[in-house]
């Protein structure tokens, strides 16, 4: 979500390159200094996500037709989301 929300190019190919890129420079690194596991899985689940938040920024577009109006529906779900996913997260931990 956020690469396309702070990035001027709006444009889906574009963006999931970066995500593309970004990932496996992530995992080179991780391979040429042999910190964690360098794993091609990692960049196809990242990439994954990566899509998946795009079509959310695109879909809340369709809905609310304003940049600023995006931006402040995801600032505020972000934090509540995260929240509750932490909380489920915990208590699946804690059972």
């Known amino acids: ?3 396309t ?3 001027r190019n709006k444009h889906m190919p574009g ?3 970066k995500i593309i890129v970004f ?3 992530v995992e080179s ?3 040429i200094f042999k910190s964690g596991i360098a794993d091609i899985d990692d960049v196809l689940l990242n ?3 990566g899509f998946c938040g795009i079509i959310i920024y695109h879909t809340m577009w369709y809905f609310f037709k304003d ?3 995006v931006r402040y529906a995801i600032e505020l779900a972000a934090p509540i989301v995260g929240i509750v996913f932490f909380i489920l997260f915990w208590h699946d931990n804690m059972l």
């Open 47 to 49: 990439t994954l996500g």
């Open 15 to 17: 963006n999931v390159l």
């Open 67 to 69: 940049e600023d109006k």
């Open 1 to 3: 979500i956020y690469i």
């Open 23 to 25: 990932s496996i420079l």
């Open 29 to 31: 690194v991780q391979f």
């Open 5 to 7: 929300l702070f990035s």
